[in-house]
C-alpha cells in the first residue's frame, strides 16, 4: 500500500500553514519591524487570521470575529493561544505595511517556483510571455465622500486598482501593484 498519508485530516488551512515556514514570516517581521508595537497581534498571527478570513469567506471584522467566536476551541491546529480582537485587528491592518505581506508572497513565490507547472498544455513560441490585467475596486460613494476625483461628467471613480502581472507558464501572479482607480494601465506597464 503506498498512499501518502502526510496531510490526512487535516483542514485546508493547516495544509496551507504547512508550507508557509515560520522561519521566513519571522525573518521578515524582523527586517520591516512590524512586529515592534503588537504584543499578542505579530505578524504571523495577523497572516494566519487574514489567510483564514480568506478561505471563510468574511466580508468584515466583525463578521470574522463571530467566526472566531464560533469556533473557539474547535481550531487548535492553527497553533494559535487566542484570537485576536476585532479592535487589535483593525488597529494591525491600519498601521502593518503591505510591504511585508508582499515580501512573504515573493520569497514563498521563489521557495516553490520549481513546482510550479512550467509545462503547459499550449506550446507557446514565446518562452517569457507575461500577462498583464488591472481590476477596479470600487469604494462606497456614500460613505467615503472625499474618495476619488472630480471629472467634468459628475461620476467618480473612487476606489483603488490593482494592477496583476501573470507569468504564462506558472499561471501565479508574479508582480501585484495598488493604484488609485483613475490610474491608466500605461503607467503600470512603465
Known amino acids: 500500500m503506498n498512499k501518502s498519508t502526510h496531510f490526512s485530516g487535516h483542514p485546508i488551512i493547516k495544509q496551507l500553514l504547512n508550507l508557509i515556514p515560520t522561519h521566513i514570516v519571522t525573518r ?9 508595537y503588537y504584543k499578542t497581534c505579530r505578524t504571523y498571527v495577523h497572516l494566519i487570521s487574514m489567510l483564514y478570513a480568506a478561505i471563510s469567506g468574511v466580508s468584515s ?3 470574522f470575529s463571530t467566526v472566531m467566536l464560533a469556533c473557539e476551541g474547535k481550531l487548535s491546529h492553527l497553533g494559535l493561544a487566542n484570537f485576536p480582537k476585532r479592535s487589535t ?31 503547459s498544455s499550449l506550446r507557446l513560441r514565446v518562452k517569457h510571455l507575461k500577462i498583464v490585467d488591472s481590476t477596479t475596486i470600487s469604494l462606497f460613494s456614500d460613505i467615503l465622500k472625499g474618495v476619488g476625483r472630480e471629472p467634468v461628467n459628475g461620476k467618480k471613480k473612487g476606489g483603488i486598482k490593482m494592477h496583476t ?22 503607467t503600470f506597464l512603465k
Request: hydrophobic share 35%; charged share 30%; with cysteine.
Open 28 to 36: 521578515t517581521a524582523r527586517s520591516f519591524d512590524s512586529d515592534r
Open 61 to 63: 471584522l466583525r463578521e
Open 89 to 119: 485587528l483593525s488597529d494591525a491592518n491600519a498601521n502593518r505595511t503591505d510591504e511585508v505581506f508582499a515580501t512573504i508572497y515573493y520569497e514563498l513565490l521563489d521557495k516553490y517556483a520549481r513546482f510550479l507547472s512550467d509545462s
Open 165 to 186: 502581472m501573470i507569468n504564462t507558464m506558472e499561471d501565479v501572479p508574479c508582480l501585484i501593484r495598488f493604484s488609485s482607480a483613475a490610474t491608466h494601465d500605461h
